[in-house]
C-alpha cells in the first residue's frame, strides 16, 4: 500500500471535532405528523374493533394515544439521531435503543441525491442521500439524511464534490455514464443477429410455456367452455360422441405420433416467437467507452453499458446447443438497469469466434489454452445426489415390500438422481491465471463465469460437516452488481489450495479501487 | 503502517483457555458470552412461550400428543442458553491485518471472511442496548456488491470498536494515493 499518511494522523482522525454535530431540521417532526396520515390507516380495524364491541366512547381516546405514542417515537428517533461533517467523512449516529455509528467517507461517495417532495419544498426541506455502491443503503432508510434544510443540504453536496475534486489521482472512470448519448453512427457495430440467426435461436428456445399459458386461460374462460379441459372423461365424452375414440383405436400408431408432433410444434413455434419478439434486429454496438444494445420488436430498448462498470462475464450454453457451438454471453455490470434483468445479455446467440470479438474490448477473454483446471473431489460434487438416491431408493424399496406399487416411483427417482450426479461430475471446475478466475459450472446449462481478481471485494471460506471430512472449504466470493446466472464461487477446494487462491485474489486489490 | 495502529488496541483478553482459534486470531470480548445469553434469552422465551400456548390449544384440540411441544421447546431454549454462548463465543475470532480485516465465525459450518480496507464502502458501529450494559459493540464493514455486502463482528469492546473504525477508515483515505 503506497499510504503516504502519517502513523500519527490515526488517533488525531479520531478526534477531528472540526465541525459540531448537527441535528436534521426541527421541522422534520412536521413531516412525521403528515406521514402518520398513511398509517393511522393501519388503525382503522383496531378502532372499529372497539366501536364494534360497542365502546364507542373509547375511540377517540384510543386515536389519541396512538397519534401521542407515534410522535413520541418521532421525536425520540429524531432527538437521537445527530450527523457531521468529519475531516474526510460524513458520521451520522441513530437509533432509538440499537444504537448505530455510521460513517461514510467522502472517497466512497458516488453521488450526493437531493430529494424534495412536495411539502417538503413547502418547508425548505430537503431529504439527503448518498450513493455509496454498498447494496444496504436505501432499504434500512438510514443511509442519508432524512431531513435537512435546502441551505445545508447544497452546501454538504459542495463539500463533497469538492473532495472529489482534490485528490488528481482519483480514477477517471466516473465519467463514463456521460458519454452514453454519442450518435449511434460513430459507434462500430460488433454483432447484430439476422432473421436466420433468430429463427436458429428460437428453435433452440424449445419451450412448453404456451401448454401452461393455455392452461391457465382455460382456468379464466372455465364457465365458457362447454367442458372440463382437464377432466379426461369430458375429452372421452367428446370423442365418443364424434367417433374419434374408434378411430384411435384403430390408428393408435398414428395418434401418437400426431400428438407428439402437436407438442414439438408448439414447443418450437413458441421458441421461435419468443426469441423474435425479445431479440429483433439486435443490434450491440460499442461507443467511445460504453457498450450499446439496441433490441426488441414490440419494445425497443437501447441500454448503455459503460465498459468500466462491468464486473464480470458469463459464457452460457445448453447442453444440446454447444454441440452446435451456439453461447449466449452476458456481463454483470456495476449499474444494472431495473429489476428485471440484473446482468446485461451482449449476446444471445453466437458461435464462440462472435462472443470473442464482443469479450476484447472489455479486456477479459475466454480461458487460455493451457491453465491447469482444478476439478473438486468427487465426493464433494457427488455426496448430495448419492444421498437422495439412496435415501429415494431405500423409501421405494421398502414400500415396494409393503406391497405398495408406488414405490416404483422412489427407485426411479433414485436411480435418475444418480444418474444425473454421475454426469455432474467434473463439470464443476476452475482455473486460475493469477489475474482472472475462471468457473465453469452446470451440465444441463453449463456455464463460464470470467472474474478479473480486481473486482472481488471480499472473500468468504466455509466449511461445513462434509466438507471438513474431505479436508475441503468452498470459496465464496463478493462481487458488485448482481446476475442470476453467474456464480461466483467454488463449491468444495482442498484446504491449503483455497487459502492460496484467497491471498492470490486479494493481492489484487491495489490494481483497481 | 496499520501494525502501529494494532499495537495501539487495547487487547483487554488474554487469549482465553478455552478459545480455539486459529494462529493469528483474536477473540472477542468475554463478555459476549453474557450478550449473546441474554439475547438468545430474551428472543427465545416467547418463542418458547408461543409455543406452549400452541401446544395446550392446538394440540390439546386435536387430541394430539400434549406437552411434547412445550417440553421440546423449553429444552431447546435452556440448551441455546446454556451451552451455546461460550461455543459460539470461542469459534469467533477477528484480526486486524495491515490492509484487511478477517473475521471467522461458527464451527459445525465455518465461515472465514476477508474484507481487504481498500474495498469498503462505509463503516457502522452500532450498539443494542444489551451490548451497552456490558460495554460492548459491534462493527460492521459495507462492501459494494449483493452477495456478502456486509461483514459484521460482534463483541468488541465500545473503544477498541472505534479505534478499528477509525483505523479502516484512515486507509479508505489514503487508498486514492
Known amino acids: 500500500m503506497a499510504s503516504s499518511v502519517d502513523p500519527a494522523a490515526i488517533p488525531a482522525a479520531a478526534a477531528d471535532d472540526e465541525l459540531p454535530w448537527r441535528r436534521l431540521s426541527p421541522l422534520t417532526l412536521l413531516l412525521a405528523v403528515v406521514r402518520l396520515g398513511p398509517q393511522s390507516v393501519r388503525m382503522i380495524p383496531a378502532l372499529a374493533a372497539i366501536g364494534i364491541a360497542g365502546s364507542w366512547t373509547y375511540v377517540v381516546p384510543a386515536m389519541v394515544l396512538f397519534l401521542l405514542i407515534s410522535l413520541g417515537f418521532s421525536w425520540l428517533a429524531w432527538a437521537r439521531f445527530r450527523w457531521r461533517i468529519g475531516d474526510d467523512a460524513i458520521v451520522i449516529e441513530s437509533g432509538i435503543w440499537d444504537r448505530q455509528h455510521r460513517t461514510i467517507p467522502f472517497d466512497r461517495i458516488q453521488d450526493v441525491s437531493i430529494e424534495q417532495g412536495l411539502i417538503g419544498r413547502a418547508l425548505d426541506l430537503a431529504k439527503v442521500g448518498f450513493e455509496t455502491g454498498a447494496a444496504t443503503e436505501g432499504d434500512d432508510g438510514d443511509g442519508g439524511l432524512d431531513s435537512i434544510s435546502m441551505d445545508d443540504a447544497a452546501m454538504l453536496r459542495t463539500t463533497i464534490r469538492g473532495w472529489r475534486a482534490l485528490p488528481t489521482a482519483a480514477p477517471a472512470n466516473d465519467g463514463v455514464a456521460a458519454a452514453a448519448p454519442a450518435d449511434a453512427d460513430s459507434d462500430a457495430l460488433l454483432f447484430h443477429m439476422t432473421p436466420r440467426q433468430l429463427l436458429v435461436a428460437g428453435l433452440f428456445n424449445f419451450s412448453l410455456a404456451a401448454l401452461a399459458v393455455v392452461g391457465a386461460a382455460s382456468q379464466w374462460f372455465d364457465d365458457l367452455l362447454p367442458f372440463e379441459v382437464f377432466d379426461p372423461r369430458d375429452w372421452m365424452d367428446l370423442a365418443r360422441q364424434t367417433g374419434v375414440d374408434s378411430w384411435v383405436d384403430a390408428h393408435r400408431w398414428v395418434a401418437g405420433f400426431g400428438a407428439v408432433a402437436a407438442l414439438l410444434l408448439v414447443g418450437f413455434a413458441t421458441g421461435i416467437v419468443r426469441t423474435t419478439v425479445t431479440n429483433w434486429d439486435f443490434r450491440l454496438s460499442l461507443g467511445p467507452r460504453a457498450f450499446r444494445r439496441q433490441r426488441g420488436l414490440t419494445t425497443r430498448t437501447d441500454v448503455a453499458i459503460p465498459l468500466a462498470r462491468i464486473q464480470a462475464a458469463i459464457v452460457a450454453t445448453g447442453f444440446i446447443r454447444c454441440r452446435w457451438g451456439w453461447h449466449e454471453l452476458r456481463v454483470q455490470s456495476l449499474a444494472s438497469d431495473g429489476q428485471e434483468e440484473r446482468d446485461h445479455q451482449l449476446v444471445p446467440f453466437a458461435q464462440l469466434a462472435d462472443i470473442d470479438a464482443v469479450l476484447a474490448p472489455t479486456g477479459l477473454s475466454r480461458p487460455p489454452e493451457g491453465l491447469e483446471w482444478h476439478v473438486p473431489p468427487i465426493m464433494a460434487q457427488a455426496w448430495g445426489g448419492l444421498l437422495f438416491a439412496a435415501l429415494a431408493s431405500i423409501g421405494g424399496a421398502g414400500a415396494l415390500a409393503l406391497g405398495h406399487w408406488p414405490g416404483v416411483a422412489g427407485l426411479v427417482l433414485g436411480g435418475a438422481a444418480l444418474a444425473v450426479t454421475a454426469i455432474n461430475i467434473g463439470k464443476h471446475r476452475w482455473a486460475d491465471d493469477g489475474a482472472v478466475l475462471y468457473i465453469w459450472r452446470g451440465w444441463f446449462l453449463p456455464r463460464l463465469t470470467i472474474l478479473p481478481f480486481a473486482h472481488v471485494q471480499s472473500a468468504d471460506v466455509q466449511t461445513g460437516p462434509v466438507l471438513r471430512r474431505l479436508g475441503c472449504v468452498a470459496v465464496t466470493l463478493g462481487v458488485p452488481g448482481d446476475s442470476n446466472l453467474a456464480s461466483h464461487g467454488i463449491d468444495a477446494v482442498p484446504v491449503a489450495q483455497a487459502f492460496a487462491l484467497r491471498q492470490r485474489l486479494l493481492a489484487m486489490r491495489t490494481r483497481r479501487a | ?177
Not at chain 2, 19 to 47: F, K
Not at chain 2, 89 to 101: I, V
Open chain 2, 1 to 177: 503502517m496499520m501494525e502501529i495502529a494494532q499495537s495501539e488496541l487495547p487487547h483487554p483478553v488474554p487469549v482465553a483457555a478455552e478459545s480455539l482459534l486459529e494462529p493469528g486470531l483474536h477473540p472477542v470480548d468475554p463478555a459476549y458470552v453474557a450478550v449473546l445469553r441474554i439475547v438468545t434469552l430474551l428472543n427465545g422465551v416467547p418463542l418458547a412461550i408461543g409455543a406452549t400456548a400452541a401446544d395446550q390449544l392446538a394440540i390439546c384440540a386435536v387430541e394430539g400428543p400434549v406437552w411434547l411441544l412445550t417440553v421440546a421447546a423449553w429444552l431447546l431454549v435452556v440448551l441455546a442458553v446454556t451451552l451455546l454462548p461460550s461455543r459460539r463465543y470461542a469459534r469467533m475470532g477477528y484480526a486486524l491485518g495491515a490492509d484487511e480485516l478477517r473475521v471467522a465465525r461458527g464451527y459445525v459450518f465455518r465461515t472465514d471472511t476477508i474484507v481487504p480496507f481498500v474495498r469498503v464502502q462505509h463503516i457502522d458501529v452500532g450498539q443494542g442496548p444489551v451490548e451497552r450494559r456490558y460495554g460492548l459493540s459491534h462493527l460492521v464493514v459495507h462492501t459494494s456488491g449483493t452477495h456478502n455486502s456486509t461483514v459484521t463482528l460482534p463483541g468488541l469492546p465500545s473503544e477498541q470498536a472505534a479505534m478499528m473504525r477509525d483505523a479502516i477508515r484512515q486507509h479508505i483515505r489514503s487508498d486514492f494515493a
